[in-house]
Every structure is written in structure tokens, then in C-alpha cells.
């Protein structure tokens, strides 16, 4: 079948009711496959393929990409833990990629009962305008 490349069909696959996990799934893979790494959480998180998830997770983690993080932390909070973030702002850091490394730094900037917690600081749709 291939990817979808018009957007809308992209959009009409990933929000079909008609959509099989297999095919979804199966559409992750082929995005995963080139480097679309976003596309292919998409259809993953809808196809419920957690070892598709993990395997952006660790990508995630490889590359320092926090945007890939917060997605991953929005879907479920249990999977990215603080020691995640903090080893994928290091990377970032290390690639030259400081706008995802301040992110992280902004996300436990509140100490306190809140970061002993695992809280963050940073409420969702807090983020600066270039962070969305």
C-alpha cells in the first residue's frame, strides 16, 4: 500500500474507524523507516504497538530529541522518566541542539515538593510560542 503522501489521507488513515491496527502499525513502520520519526509516533500511539513506541523512545533518547520525549510523556507519563530527560538534554546539548536542551531545563526549573515528586514545572500549553 505504501505511505500515505497527501496529508489528508494521511489524516483520513490515522482517524479512520475502518483503519486495522495491523495497518496502522504497518504504516508506522514504513515512516520509521524513513526517518519520520513523528509521523510514525502518530500511527503507532493509534495502534497501541508498544514495542513501536519503545523504539522511538530509545531514537528519542539516541538523538537528544526532546520533542520526541514530551510526545512520548503526553501520551503515557510513565514512560519517560527524569533520568530520560536529563540524559536526552545532555545529548541534545552534546549535538548542538540547545533549544531542546533548555527545554528540559525549563521543564524542572521549580524545585521543590514538585520536582521531589517527578512534577514538572511547566504546564502543558505553557511552552514559549517556539517551542510549539
Known sequence: MGIPTHYIKKRDLLH??????ST?????????ALQRYSDALDFFEKARDVEGIRE???IALDQGDTFL????????????SREDWESAAAK???NGRNSM???VARKFAQ???????????????????AEV
Do not use: C, H, M
Open 16 to 21: 479512520s474507524e475502518k483503519s486495522a491496527q
Open 24 to 32: 496502522l502499525a504497518k504504516t508506522a513502520r514504513e515512516f520509521l
Open 56 to 58: 522511538i523512545k530509545k
Open 69 to 80: 520525549l514530551a510526545r512520548l510523556d503526553r501520551f503515557d507519563q510513565k514512560l519517560v
Open 92 to 94: 541534545a546539548a552534546a
Open 101 to 103: 536542551a533548555a527545554f
Open 111 to 129: 524545585a521543590g515538593p514538585n520536582a521531589a515528586a517527578g512534577k514538572t514545572a511547566e504546564l502543558p500549553g505553557a511552552a514559549p510560542l
